[in-house]
C-alpha cells in the first residue's frame, strides 16, 4: 500500500520531462520513493510467508502491482 499516492504519482508526472509512460513513471517512482518501494516488496515477502500450504491467493509481485497502478493512473489522467 502506498499513502498519498495520488500526490506521488502527481509529482513524478510533473518530475519527468519528455516520455510520460508507465515504466519511465515506475523507474523514476524507484529512484524518487526508495522507502515506498521498500515497504511494498517487505509487505509481499510478508504475505507470502504467511500464506499456509496449499491455499492459493492470488497477489502479483511488487513490480507487477505498481506498474499497474501507475498504468490506471496514466489511464485515468488523460
Same mark, same amino acid.
Given at each position: ?19 510520460? $509512460? ?9 529512484? $524518487? ?6 515497504? &511494498?516488496? $517487505? $509487505? ?25 497502478? &501507475? ?8
Amino acid at each position: 500500500m502506498i499513502y498519498n499516492k495520488e500526490e506521488k504519482f502527481q509529482h513524478i508526472f510533473e518530475s519527468l520531462k519528455d516520455q510520460k $509512460t508507465a515504466q519511465s513513471m515506475f523507474n523514476k517512482f524507484l529512484e $524518487t520513493y526508495p522507502e515506498d518501494w521498500k515497504l &511494498l516488496k $517487505t $509487505t509481499f515477502s510478508k504475505f507470502k510467508r504467511s500464506k499456509q500450504f496449499g491455499n492459493s491467493i492470488p497477489l502479483s509481485q511488487p513490480e507487477q502491482a505498481l506498474k499497474k497502478e &501507475l498504468l490506471i493512473w496514466l489511464q485515468h489522467k488523460k
